[in-house]
């Protein structure tokens, strides 16, 4: 287990993709949601998990550039974020599902995730093909021509998988991405994660720790916009006891990380 204090992180042996030093994002005008983070991440699945409230969100979106750092530094794919920053570049290599995105109800299932490929300015030849291969590995080759409006939630949540995949990214931001799927689509959904992260760098924020169990090869643990504990799912569960809140080894220590008293189910 490797727990730490709010500007300490425990060395990493991986070539990082993400790098954040000292990094604050501001939500409003005042209040800080992610205060003074250090963090690298490189090739593998990471599990971002906290409480509600706890800034998971405002770091995914700040990881996309769609937030831009209030303080410290953050490199992504080597390149700073924020100043002169080319994002349109960088988010060429980045996919991104937000908890809640737009679509339009009329577009079918390919004609949404072409218009995601065509945003990402993928090059025209490429397009048909990506499409494609996207919405298979999301199982709905047989839905490809749908309109959206006719998908069920947890289709829709698939198709947003589709899209964020669809450039083959070097960094995969996925934010609640099991939201809504049946427990068979979750275990398809943590193979085709291992199978991303072995060249790319993929962030999980979910509130499912059994997500993370069996996908993540790395866990980032977030409260009050701070660094909590970063380590292995084992570490993670290490870290906790038979007297900590929780069903599971690794809910155990989760509570036990967050300072849950032991014998209590706090809210």
Not at 22 to 43: I, M, P, Y
Not at 166 to 186: H, S
Not at 194 to 222: I, K, M, N, P, Y
Request: charged content about 25%.
């Amino acid at each position: 287990m490797r727990a730490v204090g709010a500007a300490e992180v425990a060395p990493t042996t991986y070539a990082w993709q993400i790098k954040a030093e000292g990094l604050k994002v501001r939500v409003g005008k005042r209040k800080f949601a992610v205060n003074g983070l250090d963090l690298d991440l490189g090739t593998g699945v990471h599990g971002l998990l906290g409480p509600n409230g706890a800034g998971k969100t405002t770091l995914i979106r700040a990881l996309a550039t769609v937030l831009r750092p209030a303080e410290g530094g953050l490199a992504l794919l080597g390149e700073s974020v924020g100043g002169f920053t080319d994002q349109r570049r960088l988010r060429r290599r980045i996919g991104y599902l937000p908890q809640n995105f737009g679509f339009y109800k009329r577009f079918t299932v390919r004609e949404f995730v072409e218009y995601i490929a065509w945003l990402k300015e993928m090059p025209k030849e490429a397009i048909p093909g990506a499409v494609q291969r996207s919405i298979e590995r999301v199982g709905l080759a047989d839905r490809a021509d749908d309109r959206m409006k006719t998908l069920s939630g947890g289709m829709v949540r698939r198709v947003g998988i589709a899209q964020a995949i669809v450039n083959d990214p070097d960094i995969l931001l996925l934010d609640e991405p099991t939201a809504g799927l049946d427990p068979a689509q979750r275990v398809r959904f943590r193979e085709l994660m291992q199978e991303l992260g072995r060249d790319a760098c993929v962030v999980v924020s979910t509130h499912l720790v059994e997500d993370v169990a069996t996908a993540c090869t790395d866990v980032v643990l977030f409260e009050n916009g701070k660094l909590v504990f970063q380590g292995t799912p084992d570490e993670l569960a290490a870290a906790g006891s038979a007297e900590h809140v929780g069903d599971s080894p690794i809910e155990r220590g989760y509570s036990a990380l967050l300072g849950h008293e032991p014998g209590k189910g706090n809210w």
